[in-house]
């Protein structure tokens, strides 16, 4: 049994942070690409950012580079969003997931490659 649950996303103003966790059990997230998506009301759910097994070969889309963070906790296998200096265009369902196929990040994660899935939690981001 695999399971990812999220956590840590509310209700911030414009300039504030958030650092929204994942916590998985059935399967060692430090052996894999784990990514974090994310979908607002109306668009397609996307790739925000991946990290590779070990910490390697980390991506993030152009929208929140320098802003974002991803990292990892092996010991207690959980992977981090650190999410800073948010604007009001980050509002979304943000979810992790797991990619069974793939260990390093060498681009976008796409979201039919990744296997296992969280359930979501949400960020607003409004004044």
């Known amino acids: 049994q695999v399971q990812f649950v999220e956590s840590g996303g509310g209700l911030v103003q414009p300039g504030g942070s958030l650092r929204l966790s994942c916590a998985a059990s059935?399967?060692?997230?430090?052996?894999?690409?784990i990514s974090w998506f994310r979908q607002a009301p109306g668009k397609e759910r996307e790739g925000v950012s991946c990290?590779?097994?070990?910490?390697?070969?980390?991506y993030y889309a152009d929208s929140v580079k320098g802003r974002f963070t991803i990292s990892r906790d092996k010991f207690v296998n959980t992977v981090f969003l650190q999410m800073n200096s948010l604007k009001p265009e980050d509002t979304a369902v943000y979810y992790c997931?797991?990619?069974?196929?793939?260990?390093?990040?060498?681009?976008?994660?796409?979201?039919?490659?990744?296997?296992?899935w969280g359930q979501g939690t949400q960020v607003t981001v409004s004044s």
């Open positions: 990290a590779s097994a070990s910490d390697s070969s980390t």
């Open positions: 997931a797991a990619n069974l196929m793939r260990r390093r990040c060498s681009g976008p994660p796409i979201k039919y490659e990744y296997d296992y």
């Open positions: 059935g399967l060692t997230m430090d052996d894999y690409a």
